[in-house]
């Protein structure tokens, strides 16, 4: 119905934005990674947007991407994943992040997000398998095996997602499995 508002930004208040079109406000909810993207008030925005219709209210959620609103339609798919939902885990982690968790298998890094217990992030990782991927946020390492195989390799050994993407981003970018896990512990040992 609505599928993009663009007109001047009027007020900010997390997560509701309200975006004045011609006279009209929209209020809509968007994920922080929007949010924090926004320009000043009074300023000019775009923004893409999908309208849940509810038996007790009409809600407009607002995005900043064409892959985070096709992140957010994808989670509302997923039985016991609403909006409210949906928006958390776009607010708690960036889409290119959903990917690469989606596609390593990594509930971990769901359940960091509030709201989302170890059975929902199972489930979404079973039912985004294959959905959400180099489409939506092309996730890290999705360069070469390789590097998948060393950033697997790192998080196995308990180094956390930035200090593994710090270490694979030093390696050259033909290095193998064996020599860039050598190369990427060595740096991570500095």
């Known amino acids: 119905m609505i599928g993009k508002l663009t007109g001047t930004l009027s007020d900010k208040n ?3 934005v309200m975006v004045d079109c011609g006279g009209v406000g ?3 909810q968007v994920p922080m990674g929007t949010f924090y993207n926004l320009p000043a008030l009074g300023e000019k925005v775009s923004l893409l947007t999908h309208f849940v219709v509810r038996e007790d209210a009409q809600i407009l959620y607002g995005f900043g991407s064409p892959q985070e609103r096709a992140a957010f339609r994808e989670l509302i798919k997923i039985s016991g994943v609403g909006p409210r939902t949906a928006l958390s885990v776009l607010s708690g982690m960036s889409v ?3 990917a690469q968790a989606i596609t390593l298998q990594e509930p971990g890094r769901l359940t960091k997000v509030p709201g ?9 990782l079973l039912e985004l398998k294959g ?8 996730p890290l390492g999705a ?3 390789a590097q998948s195989d060393i950033l697997q390799a790192l998080l196995a050994l308990g180094y956390n997602d930035k200090e593994a993407a710090l270490a694979l981003k030093a390696l050259p ?3 193998g499995v064996s020599d860039g896990i050598k190369l990427a512990l060595k740096a991570l040992a500095r």
């Open 96 to 98: 290119a992040d959903l």
């Open 14 to 16: 997390p997560p509701q």
């Open 173 to 175: 970018s033909d290095v």
């Open 131 to 138: 959905k959400l991927g180099a489409d939506i946020g092309a």
């Open 116 to 124: 989302i217990g170890a059975k929902t992030a199972q489930r979404l």
């Open 143 to 145: 360069a070469s095996g």
């Open 26 to 28: 929209y209020e809509l």
